[in-house]
């Protein structure tokens, strides 16, 4: 890897193709580094592994922008309980306890470890699905016929949402991940779209309660408190979001990751045609640490004056971790560049750490290694069919994936 000798250029489109080399310059020179990004908003990037850790777990550092504001009217722009409770955007990953504290207790209650491996089965039968419908053309592009409508439909399925409406959703969905999610034109429109949508069939579902998860959501209860119609379904659309593009990355940048590493893909594949899981358990962890789906993670603001690496950080400023800088960082783990399917000592950030570390890892674990045991499977020669330098990366700030990746394989 060549790594820059001057201060790199950040957020660039040669940046979005591989943004390890200048990730490696900030550790070394410049590891909680003030930048300019491309929004024009100014903020702290965390890039060494120990720093991001303390910071991910650091109670004054708060995902409300206005937590710091004194003047009520700028705390009305997120903080009025009444006008946050009316908001699909009032999610697990932008409050703070002890309304966090108290909505993951909830939810946690509904979207048990148990409920997701009950849930193995629809997966695979899923995938299959999927992999039947490219697999006699011998070429696909697995963004778009793969890593794209597994994780909509799987999650569609596990809230609940009848199959009738799921291509509805499907929709709305890539809708929102085009246009990077950003409250304007068709994104405002699919959001009202879903938020009608999730209203609507929460109030069906509580007249007509059934084993799915929103279910499970509406009869969750902890000291006789449940969630109201607006939390559950501001509940449903951060576990539809969450759970989506994230997994279509891990399935995107995971595939891309074994197709250029041709010695670990086949030690893969072997162990997969012996039926056994420890690499595939292992490769899907290391597989997270090495291109995970998470760039960085969302925005934090400074509660109070603190201090990150020896660095002063002033109230109010707004701090983004940098998960794939600190998941590469050679002071934490052993040759950080290579991808090896078996590392042991591998405690990535790529789910988060601390109070909203990722609620929905158990389902993006099994949709991963269902996902990728399959494609090898069923599709033992897969191989790229585009030259790497012509891959597209998603331009959005937090995650990071492939528009496409074009494949070719002998048809099946
Ligand atoms: C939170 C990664 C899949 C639901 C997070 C965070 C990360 C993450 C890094 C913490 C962000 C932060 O602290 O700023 C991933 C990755 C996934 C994945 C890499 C796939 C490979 C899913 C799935 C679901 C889900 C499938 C649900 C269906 C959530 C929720 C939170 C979260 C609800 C917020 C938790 C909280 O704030 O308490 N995820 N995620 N995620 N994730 Fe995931």
């Known amino acids: 890897m060549n790594v820059p000798n001057t201060a790199p250029e950040l957020f660039t489109w040669e940046f979005a193709g591989d943004p390890y080399p200048a990730y490696a310059w900030l550790r070394e020179h410049s590891p909680v580094h003030w930048t300019k990004l491309p929004s024009g908003v100014e903020a702290w990037l965390v890039t060494r592994y120990d720093d991001a850790r303390q910071a991910l777990a650091d109670g004054r550092l708060s995902k409300n922008p206005d937590h710091h504001a004194e003047d009520a009217e700028a705390k009305g722009r997120t903080g009025i309980p009444g006008e946050r409770s009316a908001n699909l955007m009032t999610h697990l990953l932008n409050i703070d306890p002890p309304d966090h504290t108290r909505l993951r207790r909830l939810v946690s209650k509904a979207f048990t470890p148990r409920r997701v491996a009950e849930f193995a089965p629809r997966v695979q039968e899923l995938t299959d699905d999927l992999i039947d419908r490219f697999a006699p053309r011998g070429e696909a592009d697995l963004i778009h016929d793969f890593a794209f409508p597994l994780p909509i439909y799987a999650i569609c399925d596990l809230l609940g949402v009848p199959r009738e409406d799921q291509d509805d959703f499907r929709d709305w969905a890539g809708m929102m991940i085009r246009h990077g999610g950003g409250p304007r034109g068709g994104v405002a429109r699919s959001v009202k779209k879903i938020r009608g949508y999730l209203a609507e069939l929460i109030h069906r579902k509580r007249g007509d309660l059934g084993e799915d998860l929103i279910s499970g959501l509406i009869r969750a209860s902890d000291h006789g408190e449940h969630l109201t119609e607006n939390e559950a379904a501001a509940m449903c659309f951060v576990l539809l979001f ?55 993670a969302t925005w934090r603001f400074a509660t109070e004056p603190l201090t990150i690496g020896g660095q002063r950080i002033a109230t109010g400023d707004p701090v983004l971790v940098v998960l794939a800088a600190a998941d590469r960082d050679p002071a934490r783990f052993a040759q950080p560049d290579a991808l090896d399917l078996s590392r042991r000592d591998n405690q ?14 158990p389902l993006a674990r099994l949709e991963g290694r269902t996902a990728l045991e399959t494609l090898l499977r069923r599709l033992p020669d897969l191989e790229l069919a585009a030259d790497p330098a012509d891959l597209r990366w998603r331009g959005g700030l937090i995650m990071r994936g492939l528009r496409d990746l074009p494949v070719r394989f002998t048809a099946a």
């Open 348 to 361: 990535h950030l790529g789910y988060g750490h601390g109070i909203h570390y990722c609620l929905g890892a």
């Open 242 to 296: 969450a759970g989506f593009e994230t997994t279509i990355n891990l399935i995107g940048n995971g595939t891309y990751a074994l197709l250029r590493n041709p010695g670990q893909r086949h030690r893969l594949q072997e162990s997969i045609e012996r039926g056994e899981t420890a690499l595939l358990d292992t490769g899907i962890e290391e597989l997270l640490r090495y291109d995970g789906p998470v760039e960085l």
